[in-house]
T-cell receptor
Framework: DAGVTQSPTHLIKTRGQQVTLRCSPK?????VSWYQQALGQGPQFIFQ???????QRGNFPDRFSGHQFPNYSSELNVNALWLGDSALYLC???????????FGPGTRLTVL | QQQVKQSPQSLIVQKGGISIINCAYE??????FPWYQQFPGKGPALLIA?????SEKKEGRFTISFNKSAKQFSLHIMDSQPGDSATYFC??????????FGTGTRLKVLA
């Protein structure tokens, strides 16, 4: 049973660029949430996707956008990158109305 | 009101000892409280979770104690082992939606 997978593992970008991160949920899960974890901090909620729609959003600017595909996988897009976007980006999946979220290994984004 | 306050920031425990991490919240609408363990460079892994209608939950060496009136909950790790050395996060959620995480506790268990 495959857990949550994310790609790429690491990514280096320069300021102003755009980035796309990908997530495949745990088998059988239909809900995907994205979190940003700065070094030494707890994860911060970005948004959650269910049935291909954004269901809830955290306190992040519109530069952060996402998408969920019919197979429940998801993408996180960040435009106009700046230094403060450097973080570990975590994807978590869950099943419908169940609360438990399972996290992937994350994508380490470095913005230079 | 959306914050979850976690303490201590770091903790050093001898092998075989008890590790205790505390969290407090304000929003009484929170209805699910998970604890996650995270090793460096890895994603958080679910340890144990509790709902507010239960005062205690135990799974192996890990126990959550929940005090609804005080709006506090804690993680107890019994017989702590060097392999337990990691960062621990408490969280709170409203239904199926976003988790609000604490700031984390870095645990070191000495051999």
């Amino acid at each position: 049973d495959a857990g949550v997978t994310q790609s790429p593992t690491h990514l280096i970008k320069t300021r102003g660029q755009q980035v796309t991160l990908r997530c495949s949920p745990k088998s059988g899960h239909d809900t995907v949430s994205w979190y940003q974890q700065a070094l030494g901090q707890g994860p911060q909620f970005i948004f959650q996707y269910y049935e291909e729609e954004e269901r809830q959003r955290g306190n992040f600017p519109d530069r952060f956008s996402g998408h969920q595909f019919p197979n429940y996988s998801s993408e996180l897009n960040v435009n106009a990158l700046w230094l403060g976007d450097s973080a570990l980006y975590l994807c978590a999946s869950s099943l419908g109305e169940r609360e438990t979220q399972f996290f992937g290994p994350g994508t380490r984004l470095t913005v230079l | 009101q959306q914050q979850v306050k976690q303490s201590p920031q770091s903790l050093i425990v001898q092998k075989g000892g008890i590790s205790i991490i505390n969290c407090a919240y304000e929003n009484t609408a929170f209805d699910y409280f998970p604890w996650y363990q995270q090793f460096p460079g890895k994603g958080p892994a679910l340890l144990i979770a509790i709902r507010p209608d239960v005062s205690e939950k135990k799974e192996g060496r890990f126990t959550i104690s929940f005090n609804k009136s005080a709006k506090q909950f804690s993680l107890h790790i019994m017989d702590s082992q060097p392999g337990d050395s990691a960062t621990y996060f408490c969280a709170a959620s409203l239904g199926t939606y976003k988790y609000i995480f604490g700031t984390g506790t870095r645990l070191k268990v000495l051999a």
